[in-house]
């Protein structure tokens, strides 16, 4: 029987989330696999995968926060927001040159782009519109109004600014909260400067606590497959609660634990709750002055 665990892959451009699923399936001998979080097929990076029970993770690590490492150019619009898409033609008289903006100004625009802030998504993107996925409304020819969606942006940093002829490419870094999009934080960049501008690199160097430098390509898993066992990845990823041996008995039935066992962990949202021989039994949540299980592990 295929172990449980977390992979985590190093994507590489070109491929989709999918593709990479495809990949881990049969080098796992398993088709009980999933990710957690998608990358665009343009984005490279940290991809999450989980096999057999780790799958059950992977709804509550697609909420982490991420990082990302990204080039954002200055001067041109496309129709995805990113340099997959087809080119926005500039309006007439042209739009403000891109080149000549100084770093303060983009600072002082970046700055305006972090924080809790609302954050309108891409119309080619994947959320559904009256039961219909938004890139097929847009490339069928319709204008759909995505509502704005609050998120976080923690950190967004410049690092360089490079002239491109009449362009003006910007490396920076970006920490977030789970659906946040690079993409649209390019657009909206290029609106507040008069510019338009588009994502035109992409990688994900971190989801939660897991880093881009413990990644792996698909080629190198091919050579060596290896993965992170399902115990140390929750671990990783949740503050841990500790059960007694009765107490691991009735969360693996589903029943929820009252009292001070809810108060020890009512404040630190979900918990990997372990039995005394240190086996993953379950994710937990306070819910009143109960811990309710979220998902459980064992048989």
């Given at each position: 029987?295929?172990?449980?665990?977390?992979?985590?892959?190093?994507?590489?451009?070109?491929?989709?989330?999918?593709?990479?699923?495809?990949?881990?399936?049969l080098l796992a001998g398993t088709r009980r696999v999933g990710?957690?979080?998608?990358?665009?097929?343009?984005?490279?990076?940290?991809?999450?995968?989980?096999?057999?029970?780790?799958?059950r993770l992977l709804g509550h690590l697609a909420l982490a926060e991420k990082e990302y490492a990204a080039t954002i150019r200055l001067g041109q619009s496309t129709i995805t927001d990113d340099a997959e898409g087809e080119v926005?033609?500039?309006?007439?008289?042209?739009?403000?040159?891109?080149?000549?903006?100084?770093?303060?100004?983009?600072?002082?625009a970046l700055s305006n782009l972090t924080g809790e802030i609302q954050q309108v998504p891409p119309k080619i993107?994947?959320?559904?519109?009256?039961?219909?996925?938004?890139?097929?409304?847009?490339?069928?020819?319709?204008s759909p109004e995505?509502?704005?969606?609050?998120?976080?942006?923690?950190?967004?940093?410049?690092?360089?600014?490079?002239?491109?002829?009449?362009?003006?490419d910007l490396?920076?870094?970006v920490t977030c909260s789970s659906g946040t999009y690079i993409r649209a934080i390019a657009r909206d960049l290029g609106?507040?400067?008069?510019?338009?501008?588009?994502?035109?690199?992409?990688?994900?160097?971190?989801?939660?606590?897991?880093?881009?430098?413990?990644?792996?390509?698909?080629?190198?898993?091919?050579?060596n497959f290896e993965f992170t066992p399902l115990a140390v990845a929750a671990e990783a990823a949740f503050p841990s609660l500790r059960l007694t041996a009765e107490q691991a008995r009735l969360v693996s039935h589903g029943v929820r634990l009252r009292a001070c066992t809810a108060d020890a962990a009512a404040d630190a949202g979900t918990v990997a709750a372990f039995d005394p021989d240190h086996n993953l039994?379950?994710?937990?949540?306070?819910?009143?002055?109960?811990?309710?299980?979220?998902?459980?592990?064992?048989?």
């Open positions: 029987m295929t172990e449980s665990g977390l992979v985590i892959v190093d994507k590489s451009g070109g491929m989709t989330s999918h593709d990479v699923v495809a990949r881990i399936r990710h957690a979080g998608t990358l665009d097929p343009m984005a490279t990076g940290v991809l999450l995968i989980g096999v057999e029970k780790a799958t926005i033609p500039a309006s007439a008289p042209p739009a403000r040159p891109a080149a000549g903006i100084g770093e303060p100004e983009l600072r002082a993107s994947a959320i559904k519109i009256k039961g219909k996925r938004a890139y097929h409304l847009t490339r069928s020819g319709a995505l509502a704005p969606r609050t998120v976080t942006v923690a950190r967004l940093d410049l690092l360089a600014a490079r002239p491109a002829g009449d362009f003006l490396d920076v870094t609106v507040a400067l008069g510019t338009g501008g588009h994502l035109t690199a992409l990688r994900r160097t971190r989801v939660g606590p897991y880093e881009v430098a413990a990644a792996r390509t698909l080629d190198e898993l091919a050579e039994i379950a994710l937990l949540t306070a819910q009143n002055d109960e811990m309710q299980p979220l998902a459980v592990f064992v048989p």
